[in-house]
């Protein structure tokens, strides 16, 4: 599932290091297709796609022993996110998605946070901007519960922090030969002895690696 898609503060071992792939590295630049994002951002929720874009940090979900995922943080308040099965090289990405922060919405008390995590993540179907995304993880035989993964986020300055997530995923047509999805994400960072906690709704769609051009 999206694999099986996808904190508190962490000291990083002296050879901890961001992880690069495609080109993609912490402090590094890109451009996107444009003729791509001419065509298809007219059937997409998120407006104005920055062309050229800067990553100030990277993130990793180590989802299982074979699947990992990446994140790349850019100053277009979104993120390349690439799906690795079976390895940590280009031959083994699955999947490749650029993500946008749709909203995000404090979470205050404990009993908000765990009525949140049963309730608030996973629905058969979400709306977003007035249109109706569908489930993708759907567990047999019973609710499809949101799927939790621990992100560790990298930084400029060997800053290291780890993030605890419960995620769902949903997707809906965009257009005839183009998807959109959505994510909803609980979020619970540990600064200190408080829980910082979040709920974070976000809207992407698919790249290919061929629609990354590095230039930093």
């Not at 996808?6 to 003729?35: C, M, Q, V």
């Not at 994400?185 to 002895?193: M, P």
């Not at 709704?201 to 061929?210: E, K, N, V, W, Y």
């Amino acid at each position: 599932m999206f694999g099986k898609l996808f904190g508190k503060d962490k000291k990083s071992e002296p050879t901890d290091s961001a992880p690069e792939i495609l080109g993609l590295r912490l402090g590094g630049a890109f451009n996107l297709d444009e003729l791509k994002l001419k065509l298809i951002e007219p059937n997409l929720i998120v407006e104005g796609v920055a062309k050229t874009q800067f990553i100030q940090a990277v993130g990793k979900v180590e989802l299982d022993s074979d699947t990992t995922v990446l994140r790349f943080y850019t100053d277009d308040d979104g993120f390349v996110q690439v799906l690795l099965s079976g390895g940590m090289n280009e031959e083994h990405i699955s999947d490749v998605k650029l993500w946008y922060y749709y909203d995000t919405t404090g979470v205050s008390s404990d009993s908000e946070w765990n009525s949140l995590l049963s309730s608030g993540i996973s629905f058969p179907e979400v709306k977003v901007d007035d249109y109706t995304f569908n489930r993708v993880w759907e567990s047999t035989g019973g609710e499809s519960a949101p799927v939790a993964m621990t992100e560790k986020t990298y930084t400029e300055g060997n800053k290291v922090t780890e993030t605890d997530q419960f995620v769902m995923l949903y997707e809906r047509e965009a257009s005839e030969d183009s998807m959109e999805y959505a994510m909803i994400s609980g979020e619970e960072k540990i600064i200190g002895n408080q829980a910082d906690r979040c709920l974070v709704r976000s809207t992407g769609f698919d790249l290919q690696p061929a629609d990354i051009d590095i230039i930093g």
